[in-house]
């Protein structure tokens, strides 16, 4: 099991950088966002001191660049996925005519929009059980995740159901690799804002550039780690 896991991480950091030269468009799908979002930063002066950072920490023109840099996030993590499921089966990532669009539209309203099914006993019972049937139901979504990696991979020999109950084994796997291929590359993001506050501003813009790429990385980490968690409970060629 040790061997197993080793060998998917070895795997997650494999693709993850091999992304940038296989698909370097994944990368500026958030690289280029998070540049355009430390530009304003540095215009305001974020990057004068600690105590200027931490003034302009919810300045509204940094979250409202920060919005889109979030949701770069999101497509290049989930473009990343794809690449890799495309990848197995021979076709192009961008090329979007083989998604289970109906699968993913429905398994990600589930996964999204659960809390609000508990919305109802909100203020109608004991909070603690609100708290309850919000945690129990937060968990049961959790697989839901393999049903939309498999429709956002043009994988169609499982039904929603069929990758749901299937997906609940591979769960310790799949939350063990987006650990991993997110810490370090959180650490060295934070890390590169912290260590540019104060520094000449040819050396800002120089650790700006480089945190705009780590931000990258760490989208295809991410897309990785979903694919090859995926592959382990799903391996391409076997039948459903």
């Known amino acids: 099991m040790i061997r197993f896991v080793g060998r998917q991480l ?14 370097p468009v994944i990368i500026a799908l958030v690289a280029i966002p998070e540049f355009v979002q430390h530009v304003v930063e540095i215009r305001i002066g974020m ?25 770069g996030l999101l497509i ?7 690449f890799w499921g495309a990848r197995t089966r021979g076709e192009r990532w961008w090329n979007l005519c083989d998604v289970a669009w109906i699968q993913l539209i429905v398994a990600s309203a589930l996964f999204l929009f659960q809390p609000t099914f508990v919305d109802a006993l909100r203020g109608r019972g004991p909070k603690a059980l609100y708290w309850i049937v919000y945690i129990l139901l937060s968990i ?4 839901l995740l393999f049903p939309i990696l498999g429709a956002l991979s ?13 997906g609940w084994r591979w769960l310790p796997l799949l939350a063990l690799l987006l650990v991993a291929a997110w ?15 104060g520094l000449p501003m040819p050396l800002v813009w120089a ?16 897309g990785a780690a979903f694919a090859v968690s995926y592959e382990a409970a799903f391996p391409p060629g076997l039948p459903a």
């Open 76 to 82: 290049a993590m989930l473009a990343a996925a794809r």
């Open 47 to 71: 990057f004068e001191g600690i105590e200027r950072a931490r003034a302009l920490a919810n300045d509204p023109t940094r979250w409202a660049f920060g919005s889109f840099k979030l949701a």
């Open 140 to 143: 049961a979504a959790l697989p």
């Open 207 to 222: 650790l700006m550039v480089l945190d705009s790429l780590v931000v990258g990385l760490l989208a295809a980490l991410a």
């Open 183 to 197: 810490l370090p590359a959180m650490a060295a993001h934070y890390g590169l804002n912290y260590a540019a506050r």
């Open 154 to 166: 043009g994988d169609r020999r499982y039904s929603l159901v069929q990758s749901y109950l299937r």
């Open 10 to 23: 070895l795997e997650v950091y494999r693709r993850g950088f091999a992304i940038f030269l296989l698909a």
